[in-house]
């Protein structure tokens, strides 16, 4: 089974239930239709093509032999050295999913740690009817799914216990990658001074320009290696400041199609690209970019790489699909009218 790495904690952890959950918790990847696509180990990762993440179904599975005995009486120990009066309530179990790019997080399931038991049967994290959370939603840059044991409320400070509400004494993750994942996007803060040095009027929020690092879009690997993507300043502030909100989920969307919009369009200039076949780009940006549209396979990936070729309008259309553009707009609408009203 993998390892997670352990960090040095400051005080005594739940290390009986952390080795438990390392060595016999999975999570399986169902497609809509329930059936498997694939599973991870604790501390694994599995790679996903863009479609099956922004629509999968996902299921926390424990080992069927896995005995809980012994390690719920050392967490109830524990629990009473902390000066837990509810025990096990205390240390609420809590699944976790977030994005890595939008960094939202999105609580799927919490539980008392006594309730271990049921993931022998299988618990979904997208129980039926359930709507799904913006962090499995968006298919551009991956999911990852955290189990923790967590202190459930704040206690009296004692040497070498945890007291703070929230602190985790077990926790395992279970990465779902895109294919294109290290696409790296980091905008540059456009600061008066640099608004300036680039003769740009007041009223412009972004620019994009071709970096002096690495001008040839053919032999970049990352988008910022290529682009230098800028965003004022106050702009960035602001959705540092509310990184969760509808309007700024929108808004970093916008900003991450604006930077793949130069790059397609860039690539629009270079000669006898209608020659290059997907094989020439597939460890390149331009294959991380196809694959945010494509399937995980050799045709459908140079299906796509010829309607980028031939047709950038339409495969920017089907980005716009991919990274859950209308929902994000839809969603951030719906929320400025219900702050109006």
Avoid at 242 to 257: G, H, K, M
Avoid at 303 to 315: A, G, N, Q, T, Y
Wanted: aromatic share 6%.
């Amino acid at each position: 089974m993998a390892r997670e790495n352990r960090d040095v904690r400051p005080f005594q952890d739940l290390g009986e239930v952390q080795t438990w959950l390392e060595d016999n918790l999975v999570l399986e990847v169902l497609d809509d239709d329930g059936r498997p696509v694939t599973s991870v180990e604790a501390g694994g990762t599995a790679r996903l093509d863009p479609r099956t993440l922004a629509t999968c179904r996902h299921r926390l599975v424990a080992s069927t032999d896995a005995g809980t005995d012994d390690v719920l009486r050392s967490a109830r120990t524990f629990a009473k050295a902390l000066g837990l009066d509810d025990g096990l309530k205390g240390l609420p179990l809590v699944v976790l999913a977030s994005s890595p790019f939008l960094r939202f997080t999105d609580e799927l399931r919490r539980t008392s740690l006594d309730d271990v038991e049921s993931f022998r049967d299988g618990v979904d994290l997208l129980p039926g009817g359930s709507p799904r959370p913006r962090s499995l939603s968006l298919p551009h840059n991956g999911t990852i799914v955290d189990v923790l044991v967590v202190l459930g409320r704040e206690l009296e400070p004692k040497v070498g216990l945890p007291h703070r509400l929230g602190t985790w004494l077990a926790r395992v993750r279970f990465t779902l990658a895109n294919p294109s994942e290290g696409i790296g996007f980091n905008p540059i803060p456009l600061t008066p001074e640099r608004r300036t040095e680039l003769g740009l009027p007041r009223q412009t929020a972004t620019y994009a320009a071709v970096s002096e690092y690495q001008p040839d879009v053919m032999a970049a690997t990352m988008l910022d290696d290529f682009v230098d993507f800028y965003v004022d300043v106050e702009l960035l502030a602001r959705l540092s400041a509310r990184p969760r909100e509808a309007q700024s989920a929108l808004v970093q969307t916008q900003l991450f199609l604006g930077a793949v919009e130069f790059t397609v369009l860039q690539f629009q200039r270079v000669e006898d690209r209608e020659d290059l076949a997907f094989a020439d780009v597939d460890d390149k940006l331009l294959g991380k970019v196809v694959r945010i549209v494509s399937d995980e396979n050799a045709r459908d990936l140079q299906r796509w790489f010829e309607v980028l070729k031939s047709d950038p309008s339409m495969f920017l259309a089907h980005v716009e699909h991919a990274v859950g553009y209308r929902k994000r707009l839809d969603d951030a609408l719906s929320s400025a009218v219900g702050s109006s009203t």
